[in-house]
């Protein structure tokens, strides 16, 4: 009975969790993309919009305009990959490109999109709201560096250059760092109180 107890409880649970950590790590090894679970918006000011492709340099799937919020849930060699996108005040958009819209709420969203986007036309704002405190860019290779680099403007917009997990890869003032995702403000229409 403890045996069985042990087994249901203890093994079974660890084997699984073992087994699925080594699936994925080899899936993104395989694959070799970052896994992020952040968000952002688009900083492309094409009015066709930025590319949605079903992979890096791929067929266009779909385009989304500049300010669409994104959902990013991997990152590779400068690519950034989404899965859901909503943006505001543009019905002609959503015709035009055949998303999802809801006149009541004057909004487009888009769930399931699985697609690849350029990371350098995607940023997002800083949460940097008092002048007088000095936050900091991390700024090696992960976000576990020791390294860090100073950030003192207050509101700015940088743009992407990768993620992992919950942390931006942020171009700023020609440097890149790492953004703590307590900084992040990734709704282009209001500052994140």
Known sequence: MENTFFIKVFLVPFLL???CCC?????C???NETICSTEAYVIDTDPNGLNVRKEPNGEVTTRIPCDAMVRIVAAKDGWIKISAVSYMENPEFAKKNH?????EHDRASLENVNGWVSAKLLGTSVRNYSPEETEWLLSGNSPNSTKAVPFDDTYACVTLAGCSGDW???RY???IGWLKPDLNCPNPYTTCP
């Open 17 to 19: 969790s073992a087994f």
């Open 23 to 27: 699936f994925v790590s080899e899936l």
């Open 173 to 175: 003032k020609n440097q």
């Open 29 to 31: 090894a395989e694959t």
């Open 168 to 170: 931006l890869q942020v």
């Open 99 to 103: 998303h999802a819209y809801d006149p």
